[in-house]
């Protein structure tokens, strides 16, 4: 029965049930004028497809009612791939973050500006710098880099 329904609604309707947690089945529904029956039926459909689909709308809804959202959630989660990446503790990369964030308010620098003034990354034999032309930070952030 769902078949009858243009594939591009189908799609805009999953789309919907894990963009909008605080949508019901019925609203959706309504946003894309199919029957909430059809819109059962698309998801349940989708969720036989893709178990880890249904896991999605979980997921979504519990960080919904956090007053969070899965695109907040999946940026905090690459911060924290790099921070291991990087050997960085969570909390001190935490830490360096925000002193960051503080310095630049501090010096009135946007951070694309800071970004663009960026001279030279090196990497290499283990240790890490990063050298600014004309700010004047702490030493010991750009260290832990």
Do not use: C
Not at 19 to 40: D, E, N, R, V, Y
Not at 44 to 67: T, Y
Not at 103 to 120: G, N, T
Request: glycine share 6%.
């Amino acid at each position: 029965m769902t078949n009858k329904i243009p594939l591009k609604i189908r799609q805009n309707a999953v789309e919907y049930y894990i963009a909008k947690p605080s949508w019901s089945l019925g609203q959706i529904a309504k946003h894309f004028g199919i029957s909430k029956t059809t819109m059962f039926n698309i998801i349940e459909s989708k969720g036989k497809e893709d178990p880890e689909f249904v896991l999605a709308r979980h997921l979504a809804v519990n960080l919904d009612k956090n007053g969070t959202s899965i695109r907040e959630y999946a940026g905090g989660i690459r911060v924290s791939k790099l921070f291991e990446e990087y050997g960085i503790a969570q909390e001190e990369g935490e830490e360096m973050i925000q002193q960051l964030l503080v310095a630049l308010h501090k010096e009135h620098w946007k951070q694309a500006d800071a970004i663009a003034a960026h001279s030279e990354v090196r990497l290499g034999s283990g240790t890490r710098s990063l050298a600014f032309d004309t700010l004047s930070w702490p030493t010991y952030f750009f260290d832990k880099l």
